[in-house]
């Protein structure tokens, strides 16, 4: 195996000189015709292929490969040096077209003179799709599994656009990536959910930085599972549209996007199992009736209404805003709203946990909570969750706390015994009194407790299945034998294990230098 992709890299490098040395051959061309009279400007679309080289007397090495070596090596190349090789010889003219991948901008489709650079503006957006159409024609027979274009487009090329939906559509297109161009000034990509039923076998979808509009001429597509929006302008009704066409959506994820006021996951037939939205401007208010639904994860900078009509599923849920206390909104509403959740992660800043009252989570299994500036007030007040949380088997606490203020006095409460509590680890710990306070009543209190990791790096949470360790000052030497001392030994369950470690087990940890104030290094 080592040995054979040894001989493909070296394939593709030569490969990749023979294009170097075509590329250099048609520049000189340009600024000086006729210096290599059997050779034409290479700088053309990638659209033109009509063009052949002369043919070399000595037969290369390269070509004596088999097609479906050659197409592998091809496949290793961009899409617009992939396509060039059709210029090499007749035996290559169409093996470009076997390449399963296809990564393409306007700046591939485009003629550009040399030395223009990449920021140029393209004449028309239908040059851009006139482009777009001689290449997807040319490749009319062929599959395309998976196809990203980056271009620029308006309302006037929405015809021909719709076309080359429609072509790709026929070259069973699994997995499809549109992005508008970010640094051009024709910035009115628009993607209608009709164009969905265009492309019957797509799996996978994913739209930035461009519009999504509703549709009332929309037809269903049962092949669409996962639909990712980034930087995206929803138009209202567009979700809805998306949810009542894709019919197998099984996950949908917005990122950075504009939506209108109320956005509605709802349906009676609705299979959506994972919705994530994550920093989504202009949602007020978001309203459930998903059968399937299994997991939410919100973020954002304020606080909005959520409408859980009816998600019996519904297993996960991850919810952060921004410099907002939201203890009392999951204690309270969400408890009441959504009391079978067996997975709970929240982060929150500058709450004071005693002015929450807790109701009860009675199926809740796991626990997060990322506590942000906890000034005044008292890490004992989250021994309530344990309370409230009967059947908790795992309490993931992570701190990022800086302590300005003096604590709160408070009086020690008594031991309440929890007979679920399996796995406890606490990230961010520093060795304050009142972290120290809270880490021995979890061992005093965890009747079945098996593991207790304190760990002084925080672990933060950074999207769907993407946790981050941030790295921060270690302990002193004193400091991290004081936090061994006074809690080896204290626990109450035979079976527990307590780990006290600077670095997280994971190897591939990583994150920015501690970026907290001084007081985080506790220094004995």
């Known amino acids: 195996m080592i040995y054979a992709h040894v001989v493909l890299s070296l394939a593709t490098i030569a490969v990749f000189a023979i294009l170097i040395k075509i ?4 520049r000189i061309n340009y600024y000086f015709p006729g210096l290599f009279p059997c050779e034409k400007t290479v700088f053309l679309p990638i659209a033109v292929l009509n063009h052949v080289p002369c043919t070399e007397k000595n037969e290369d090495l390269i070509s004596q490969l088999s097609d479906d070596i050659l197409i592998l090596i091809i ?36 003629e550009r003179a040399p030395g223009i650079s990449r920021s140029f503006r393209p004449k028309s957006s239908d040059s851009v799709m006139n482009a777009l159409d001689s290449f997807l024609r ?18 006037s090329a929405t015809d ?5 939906i429609s072509i790709l559509g026929r070259m069973d297109v699994e997995s499809f990536f549109l992005e508008g161009c970010r640094y051009s000034y024709l910035l009115d990509l628009s993607f209608s959910c009709h164009l969905f039923s265009k492309m019957p076998l797509l799996k996978k979808i994913e739209l930035s930085n461009c519009y999504l509009q509703s549709s009332l001429r929309s037809q269903c597509n049962n092949s669409i599972q996962n639909l990712v929006l980034t930087d995206v302008s929803v138009s209202p009704g567009a979700i809805e549209s998306v949810l009542s066409n894709c019919l197998k959506l099984h996950s949908l994820m917005m990122t950075g996007c504009a939506c209108p006021s109320k956005l509605s996951f709802c349906g009676p037939h609705l299979e959506l199992k994972s919705l994530y939205i994550m920093e989504c401007e202009g949602v007020k208010e978001i309203e459930f009736y998903a059968s399937n639904l299994v997991i939410f994860e919100f973020t954002n900078r304020v606080q909005v209404d959520f409408i859980f009509d009816h998600v019996p599923q519904l297993q996960s849920t991850y919810i952060y805003i921004f410099e907002k206390n939201i203890l009392p909104y999951v204690c309270g509403k969400l408890a009441v709203d959504l009391p ?27 626990l997060y909570i990322n506590v942000y500036s906890l000034p005044k007030s008292h890490l004992l007040w989250l021994t309530s969750f344990l309370h409230s ?7 993931y606490l992570t701190m990022n706390i800086c302590v300005h203020e003096p604590l709160v006095e408070k009086e020690k409460q008594a031991v309440v015994f929890h007979s679920e509590l399996k796995k406890m680890e606490i990230g961010g710990f520093r060795g304050t009194e009142y972290e120290m306070e809270f880490a021995l009543y979890i061992l005093k209190s965890a009747i079945s407790l098996e593991i207790m990791n304190i760990n002084r790096c925080p672990k933060v949470y950074m999207g769907p299945d993407n946790w981050r360790w ?31 470690q600077h670095e997280p087990d994971d190897p591939e940890h990583s994150g920015p230098s501690c970026s907290l104030c001084d007081a985080c290094c506790v220094r004995s």
């Open 389 to 395: 949380c009967p059947l908790l088997q795992e309490f």
């Open 340 to 366: 079978d959740l067996k997975s709970l992660n929240f982060a929150t800043r500058g709450d004071n946990f005693q002015e929450s009252r807790i109701n009860m989570f009675g199926n809740l299994r796991r």
């Open 75 to 110: 496949s290793r190349l961009s899409t617009r040096d992939a396509t060039r090789t059709s210029l090499l010889a007749r035996r290559w003219r169409n093996l470009y077209r076997y390449v399963t991948k296809i990564e393409l901008s306007c700046y591939d489709l485009l």
């Open 138 to 155: 040319l490749r009319s027979g062929s599959k395309i599994p998976s196809f990203r274009l980056t271009a620029c487009s308006n309302k």
């Open 160 to 164: 021909r656009f719709e076309q080359c």
């Open 470 to 500: 941030e790295y921060v000052h270690s302990w002193s030497v004193n400091t991290r034998a004081r936090i061994q001392t006074e809690l080896q030994g204290q626990a109450v369950s035979k079976t527990a294990q307590l780990t006290v």
């Open 23 to 26: 590329r250099l051959r048609s």
